[in-house]
């Protein structure tokens, strides 16, 4: 998925949406790596036991990738379990990031 989140957040640059990963590499070094290598510019963590870590455990984390849309309030809207494909979650950003910028005029 790494393509079309570059691609999301190089789109949304100056618009309210914020894009956060979380990892489950077993090194934090493999993770600074990886991130390099995949140009990964927006915040990510790592939950350093897969599934069972305290990040998976706190947000039901079942499998990976897991993607949770959340409004400019905080609201959970959707949550995939797997990619859902970059037209569905482009239209469900572009709905969101909309709203947000309506409430903020």
């Known amino acids: ?13 100056d618009r309210p949406f914020a894009l956060i990963g ?29 599934v069972g870590g305290v990040i998976s455990n706190v947000w039901e984390v079942q499998g990976w990738p897991t ?7 905080g609201v959970i809207r959707r949550k995939f379990l797997g990619n859902p494909g970059d037209a569905i979650l482009d239209r469900l950003i572009d709905e969101l990031v909309k709203e947000a910028e309506k409430g903020s005029k």
């Open 67 to 73: 993607l949770y849309l959340i409004d400019h309030e």
């Open 22 to 50: 979380v990892n489950s590499d077993q090194s934090l070094e493999e993770c600074k790596k990886k991130n390099e290598t995949e140009k990964i510019t927006w915040r990510s963590f790592q939950n350093d036991k897969g």
């Open 1 to 13: 998925m790494f393509p079309h989140e570059r691609s999301l957040v190089k789109r949304m640059q």
